[in-house]
């Protein structure tokens, strides 16, 4: 379903559920060690790393609520819609960027030079 296809009733109805960013898309190797949500994930996975502004840890980041959340990610120039299990922090993204796995990455961006501007992504993260 594309948002953009939708009535304003039905947007306005959905708004409070679904949070729609754009930024940046880079990848990084999650299986290097344990990531902020205390999971250890592998670079073939489908996962991201949201920025530390979206994904802010307090004393124990494995309770995060957003760890383990997925969020849908669609690359504008491809047309194509993927989803990525969030299991890490970016440190160095700006607010709206991702970081993913090099698998995911490849799906999302497969002519892509390591970085990808206006990648559109969100999904009914808890806590906004």
């Known amino acids: 379903m594309r948002i953009s296809t939708l009535s304003p009733l039905a947007l306005f109805l959905l708004t409070p559920l679904i949070h729609a960013y754009t930024g940046d898309m880079t990848y990084y190797s999650p299986s ?30 494995n309770a995060n609520p957003k760890c383990g959340s997925m969020i849908g990610i669609w690359n504008p120039q491809t047309k194509q819609h993927f989803t990525a299990k969030i299991v890490d922090r970016c440190a160095g993204c700006k607010k709206y960027d991702i970081d993913v796995s090099p698998a995911l990455f490849k799906k999302v961006a497969p002519n892509g030079d390591g970085r990808v501007k ?8 808890v806590g906004g």
């Open 32 to 61: 290097v060690g344990t990531g902020s949500c205390g999971w250890v994930a592998g670079d073939n996975e489908d996962v991201v790393a949201l920025s530390n502004e979206i994904l802010q840890n307090g004393a124990n980041p």
């Open 118 to 125: 206006g990648i559109n992504w969100g999904g009914q993260m």
